[in-house]
């Protein structure tokens, strides 16, 4: 009998379940690297996993890709994939190294360098915002030159973390210190690449946002699925909805899919599966946010994927990165329906009591998945810092109005209540990368 292929998944956590499903669908044993802060308890018993390799991706990168290339030489694995935006860096010299299929190391730079990533699409021809590199935090000024309003990042954040929006000249400098207050206290060094503290300031794109799940083989883009995420206008950003497939005029979407098509060309991403967010200015002129070049969302995009397209994202992955040609290649997938994805916000932040409302939203029968992030006890804090969602819920629907009342039923009915508040002291950080 042919061995079952094997594939190294670095650091997507147990909770998570759409990866490991599809795995085990997909005939695909897991070598799971575990995350920091996953449970190894869960990790051990998550679907498809046969084996836990513990590897200290960020603080010893080196010894982790050593580690990783003895344990090869013992017995090779088919393939290695991202479960992480940290991992992505390390996944890509990994598959170098190893001479499996994945993004190229420059590739991975690119992506994880929101400074580059706009200087890449500005060199391909397309549309970027006007932005300004801040190098150290008096170097705000230059960015005075911009439109306003504008966005102020990190250039190597995640998640929203540290991201605000500033409407005029004077409230610059104090968002520029804030967000590198945040960059230098979290983000910093977090990968091993990103030693330099940078900000990014760009000018505002007004319109609902996007984003777009793709495989790339052999330099070959599909966008599998669009999602409208809708109108989010800061200062801060959250996310809290997804809603696949958008809606939106064929004209629009196939817009959309030649800027993203694009933006895999500028980066160099010829291998593996994409995460792509956009902006639609005024409604109408896809402008990409940013790629990640990883599954999106834990893998809660998956799902959203799989739903409204019929693609089996998360298995079509794996398969890409074992060296196999997607099955969606050849045989055209068929669609099975609207799906949702809501994002429980925050709120005010404190020490998690309860989310009241969620065991009946467990039992509507619409509803496919709730995996609760963060558990009674664990301290959130609300934008502009980041310490993830309390929890997510999916859901399949028949329209896209249903999803979209579905979702404003949530908002009305789910309530994350807290122990205390939490002190507002700016420099009290605590964040997961997602
Ligand atoms: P992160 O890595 O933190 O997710 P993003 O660049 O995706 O960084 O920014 C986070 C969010 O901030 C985006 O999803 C979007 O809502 C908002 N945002 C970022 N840049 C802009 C911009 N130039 N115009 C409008 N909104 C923006
Ligand atoms: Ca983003």
New binding site residues.
């Given amino acids: 009998m042919p061995q079952r292929p094997k594939l190294v998944l670095v650091g997507l956590l147990s909770k998570f379940p759409w990866v490991y499903e599809a795995a085990e669908r997909a005939g695909i044993d897991l070598i799971l690297v575990p995350r920091g802060d996953d449970s190894p308890e869960a990790a051990r018993r998550a679907r498809a996993v046969v084996e836990l390799l513990p590897l200290d991706i960020e603080g010893d990168p080196d010894g982790a890709l050593a580690a990783l290339a003895e344990r090869y030489r013992r017995e090779p694995f088919g393939g290695i994939m991202a479960g992480n935006e940290v991992a992505v860096t390390f996944v890509a010299r990994a598959a170098a190294q190893l001479g499996l299929t994945g993004l190229s190391e420059q590739a991975a730079a690119v992506v994880r360098d929101?400074r580059s990533m706009r200087q890449h699409l500005r060199e391909a021809g397309l549309a970027v915002?006007g932005f300004v590199v801040v190098e150290d935090p008096d170097g705000w000024t230059d960015a005075l030159t911009l439109r306003f309003p504008v966005?102020v990042?990190p250039a190597n954040?995640?998640?929203?973390?540290g991201?605000i929006r500033v409407d005029d000249r004077d409230g610059l400098e104090q968002a520029v210190t804030r967000t590198w207050k945040l960059v230098e206290s979290h983000l910093g060094g977090y990968d091993g690449l990103a030693t330099e503290a940078r900000v990014l300031v760009?000018?505002?794109?007004d319109g609902p946002?996007l984003s777009a799940e793709s495989l790339v083989h052999r330099g070959q883009v599909r966008v599998c699925a669009i999602s409208w995420k809708g109108e989010?206008t800061g200062p801060y950003?959250e996310e809290t909805v997804l809603r696949a497939p958008a809606r939106l005029p064929a004209e629009i979407l196939a817009a959309i899919e030649a800027e993203v098509v694009g933006a895999h060309r500028a980066f160099g991403a010829t291998a593996g599966t994409t995460h792509t967010?956009l902006?639609l200015v005024g409604g109408v002129r896809p402008v990409v946010?940013?790629m990640a070049a990883r599954i999106g969302g834990g893998g809660n995009m998956h799902y959203l994927t799989h739903v409204s397209s019929g693609i089996d994202l998360a298995a079509e992955a794996m398969r890409l990165y074992l060296g196999q040609e997607p099955l969606c290649w050849r045989a055209e997938p068929v669609p099975s329906g609207h799906a949702g994805c809501y994002l429980v916000p925050i709120g005010a932040g404190g020490r998690l009591k309860r989310i009241r409302g969620l065991d009946e939203v467990r039992r509507d029968p619409r509803v496919e998945y709730v995996v609760q992030t963060a558990a009674p006890g664990s301290e959130l804090l609300s934008y502009p810092d980041w310490s993830g969602n309390p929890a997510v819920v999916l859901s399949r629907h028949g329209s896209d109005a249903d999803t979209k009342a579905f979702h404003d039923h949530l908002a009305r009915t789910l309530r994350v209540e807290y122990e205390d508040q939490v002190r507002a002291d700016p420099d009290h950080i605590r964040g997961e990368t997602p």
């Fill in positions: 929101k915002p966005v990042k954040g995640h998640s929203s973390f991201v760009e000018e505002y794109l946002e989010l950003f967010e902006r946010l940013e």
